[in-house]
């Protein structure tokens, strides 16, 4: 089965650094993704890691260690706009992607 | 606006009342799926439909009842649902057998059961 979890609410200051994070226990390793959903609309893909490290797209980054069975996603120069419910999901067997409890960030002037 | 069509937006039907979810995709993806989230709580996986086949069915009750007509709709059959029913309902595609493709979601029906 598959394990996931994350903190439930964190709150930053517009123009900061926050990391959220998300620890899961998997059986089998296919890769961890992370998701954006702002409230009512659709989850939207954020990111995508499978080999260790860290994966940077513009402000938005994520990193992971297989070993620590962890991953972050670090948002960078956050925007009132980055206030959303952000969510690690690890994919399983046939295309089954299991979502971890999602983190609600707010951002604060 | 995203890649993935739900229709309708909102939908209010009694627990007696027979209606049905409807998903469109353009995009080729040959995975489709049907989630359900609740408030402040992530989607939890209800079917997967690969190459048009149900292949996951995560232990769903029978009034719900999906369909795949072809490789671009995905419907979900709703009849005699309970109040506890009420929830946003998502779909989504992806390329089918590559568990790294991310999946496209859709806006939603946000149902509720009188």
């Known amino acids: 089965g598959q394990n996931i979890d994350q903190p439930t609410e964190m709150t930053a200051t517009e123009g900061a650094i926050v990391q959220i994070n998300c620890t899961y226990q998997?059986?089998?390793?296919?890769?961890l993704f992370w998701y954006q959903q702002h409230a009512g609309e659709a989850p939207t893909f954020l990111s995508y890691n499978v080999l260790d490290g860290l994966e940077e797209k513009g402000r938005f980054s994520s990193f992971l260690s297989r070993s620590k069975g962890y991953s972050y996603l670090l948002l960078k120069e956050l925007q009132m706009k980055d206030s959303a419910s952000y969510l690690c999901?690890?994919?399983?067997?046939?295309?089954?992607?299991?979502f971890g409890t999602g983190t609600q960030l707010k951002v604060e002037l | 606006d995203t890649e993935v069509t739900q229709t309708p937006k909102h939908l209010v039907m009694g627990m007696t009342n027979k209606k049905s979810l409807k998903c469109e995709q353009h995009?080729?993806?040959?995975?489709m799926y049907w989630y359900k989230q609740k408030a402040k709580k992530p989607p939890e996986l209800m079917f997967v439909y690969s190459y048009e086949k149900l292949s996951i069915n995560e232990s769903v009750p029978s009034r719900f009842s999906p369909e795949c007509p072809n490789s671009s709709l995905l419907n979900l059959h709703l009849h005699a649902l309970q109040p506890e029913d009420s929830a946003l309902y998502l779909c989504?595609?992806?390329?089918?057998?590559?568990?790294?493709?991310?999946?496209?979601f859709g806006d939603g029906t946000r149902l509720s059961i009188l």
């Open positions: 998997t059986s089998g390793f296919n890769g």
């Open positions: 999901a690890a994919p399983g067997g046939g295309n089954k992607l299991t």
């Open positions: 995009m080729g993806h040959r995975a």
């Open positions: 989504a595609s992806s390329q089918a057998g590559n568990s790294n493709q991310p999946q496209h």
